[in-house]
C-alpha cells in the first residue's frame, strides 16, 4: 500500500509537451515496478507505459509510437511520464501506478495515484 500524487497534467496545444510527476508519498520510488495509465470519461482504463522495479526494462502502449517516455529519478524519488508530441486523442486522465509489477490489465493494478488532467486541443 502507497499513496501516489501525481502532478503537472495542464492544458496545451496538439504538438505541445507535458511532463507529469509521481511522488510515493512516504515511500521510495526504487521499491516498486511503477508505470503510467489513463483514462477517458465513458472509457475503460488503459494501459500507457511501464517501468521495472529495477529500472531495466520499459513497456509503452503501441499509440506512444515514440512520443513518450517513462522515468524514474531516484535521487528526487519521483517518477515521470515525458510527453512529447501531443494529439487530441491524448486527451484523459493519467494515472500513476506502482505494484510489484505492472501490468497491462489495469484491474491488476493495486496503488493508483488520484489522477491528473491532461487536455490537448486543435
Known amino acids: 500500500q502507497v499513496q501516489l500524487v501525481e502532478s503537472g497534467g495542464g492544458l496545451v496545444q496538439a504538438g505541445g509537451s507535458l511532463r507529469l510527476s509521481c511522488v510515493p508519498f512516504g515511500r521510495t520510488v526504487s521499491n516498486y515496478a511503477m508505470g503510467w495509465f489513463r483514462q477517458v470519461p465513458g472509457k475503460e482504463r488503459e494501459f500507457v507505459a511501464a517501468?521495472?522495479?529495477?529500472?531495466?526494462?520499459?513497456d509503452y502502449a503501441s499509440f506512444v509510437k515514440g512520443r513518450f517516455t517513462i522515468i524514474r529519478d531516484n535521487t528526487a524519488n519521483t517518477l515521470y511520464l515525458q510527453m512529447n508530441d501531443l494529439k487530441p486523442e491524448d486527451t484523459a486522465i493519467y494515472y500513476c501506478?506502482?505494484?510489484?509489477?505492472?501490468?497491462?490489465?489495469?484491474?491488476?493494478?493495486?496503488?493508483w495515484g488520484q489522477g491528473t488532467q491532461v487536455t490537448v486541443s486543435s
Open positions: 501506478a506502482a505494484d510489484t509489477v505492472i501490468s497491462r490489465r489495469p484491474t491488476e493494478v493495486t496503488n
Open positions: 517501468l521495472s522495479w529495477g529500472g531495466s526494462r520499459t
